[in-house]
């Protein structure tokens, strides 16, 4: 058996971040909309949580943020002449148009790809899909910067193999890795690679949520388990509780998460719960790995505290000792069911029994928690040591971090300040100042 660690790439909160409120369906985000951001305090909150956990000794690492405003986008949709023509005339005729632009959403990293380590695949190489994110305007154009970014990250073919975003239809709706989740026996063994999906396509008879859209489609998740070379008897698709989309849990990882052999889940997160943790138990039998499912009863934490707390947007870590820790946002904490539930369940002589909080509030209001702000990649140490080291994180890096961020960002952002064409230049002058920092000359468009 390889030795491999899991690397957690988070997503490092761009300049530009603000509350636009773009994402139907995601209540913490669309309840936010139009409200003055602080985008120096939620990049150092995103900052302090992967020096943390990398000081604990988890493998951390980043993405950097993309561009913002998108202006590849606005001129491609009519709007020409200088950046800051661009910027005042989208402001003034569409500036729905401009927020879309000026989406912070890169931040949430689990959307970016979905990863299939090279202990799955048929080829040996670590596969990365990058997410369409077709069902929003400001997520369906971020693909080409996430591929670039990814490529330019794991470049060795002999390693890893980047294959860009699925073709923009809604039959193929793809979120990337908050739809998927791997268990497994450890993360150097063969796994199970369990693919949640919200809607099929092309099955009309198919429970389908009423009230907000179903993201993930199961065309998408098959159509990644083929790119990747998945074993079939290893890659599980489950579809999602339409009823539970409808209250507001928009990805999967709003309502459960995975770690090793260990599935942390809510009573309502599938359609059909039995089958599908039978479905499972099946095929990690297959790679020697007996399921350990956690069920949090609705009796115990209501789909609204839920989402309210984000207790399933949480990180789930493998530790050292052959136990778990679980990371999870302030806001469990201050959810009277929320955090009554965690108290039993660190008292439990389970696999979790420690619980590391952080306060990520300005990533909350934005609608995402600990887990929206990473993606995991699996590696062995031969890919560990083939992939850029420039964004991996330790105490040298985090040092010229925060001072960069305390050089080049706001402190507070209206939604008026978008229209502001200083503020694009202050964004280009940040990332073309990172670039050098990380090592990844000619990431953006602006630096070619």
């Not at 957690?8 to 509350?19: E, K, Q, T």
């Not at 995975?258 to 039995?274: K, M, P, R, T």
């Not at 099946?282 to 007996?290: H, K, T």
């Not at 108290?343 to 002589?349: M, R």
């Amino acid at each position: 058996m390889t030795h491999a660690r899991e690397f957690n790439f988070d997503g490092l909160v761009g300049p530009s971040h603000n509350y636009a409120g773009l994402s139907f369906g995601n209540v913490a985000s669309f309840s936010n909309v139009k409200s003055t951001s602080n985008p120096k305090e939620a990049a150092l909150q995103g900052l302090a949580k992967m020096r943390t956990l990398a000081a604990r000794g988890f493998a951390q690492a980043l993405l950097p943020p993309q561009a913002r405003p998108n202006f590849r986008l606005l001129r491609s949709i009519g709007f020409t002449g200088s950046d800051a023509e661009v910027i005042s005339r989208a402001f003034r005729e569409a500036p729905v148009l401009l927020s879309a632009a000026y989406s912070a959403s890169p931040m949430w990293t689990a959307n970016a790809a979905t990863v299939s380590p090279s202990a799955d695949t048929a080829d040996g190489r670590c596969h990365f899909t990058v997410a369409n994110l077709n069902n929003k305007l400001h997520r369906s154009c971020e693909h080409t910067q996430t591929a670039r970014t990814l490529r330019a990250l794991f470049a060795d073919e002999r390693h890893f193999a980047v294959h860009d975003a699925l073709p923009p239809t809604p039959a193929f709706g793809d979120e990337g890795a908050a739809n998927h989740t791997r268990l497994c026996a450890n993360h150097g063994a063969p796994g199970v690679e369990m693919f949640v999906y919200g809607r099929a396509e092309f099955d009309a008879a198919a429970p389908a949520p009423k009230r907000f859209p179903a993201r993930q489609t199961l065309e998408a998740s098959q159509a990644v388990a083929r790119l990747h070379g998945l074993d079939a008897q290893r890659a599980v698709f489950i579809q999602q509780d339409p009823e539970t989309i409808d209250q507001g849990v928009f990805h999967n990882d709003v309502i459960a998460v995975g770690n090793a052999n260990v599935l942390f889940y809510h009573q309502q997160a599938f359609v059909d719960e039995a089958g599908s943790l039978d479905t499972l138990r099946r095929a990690m039998a297959g790679v020697q790995a007996e399921l350990v499912p956690i069920r949090v009863d609705t009796a115990d934490v209501s789909v609204a505290d839920a989402v309210g707390s984000y207790l399933f947007n949480s990180q789930l870590l493998s530790r050292a000792n052959g136990r778990m820790a679980l990371v999870v946002p302030q806001e469990c904490r201050e959810n009277p069911a929320v955090d009554r539930y965690l108290e039993i369940l660190l008292a439990s002589d389970g696999p979790i029994d420690e619980l590391v909080t952080f306060d990520l509030r300005q990533s909350m209001r934005n609608g995402g928690g600990p887990a929206c702000l990473r993606l995991r990649v699996a590696l062995n140490d031969a890919e560990a040591a083939a992939m850029h080291q420039g964004v991996v994180m330790n105490e040298a890096l985090y040092a010229r971090l925060t001072e960069w961020v305390g050089k080049h960002y706001r402190d507070r952002l209206a939604p008026a300040d978008l229209a502001d064409p200083q503020l694009a230049v202050e964004v280009q002058t940040a990332l073309d100042e990172l670039t050098v920092l990380l090592g990844l000359p000619n990431l953006y468009d602006f630096q070619r």
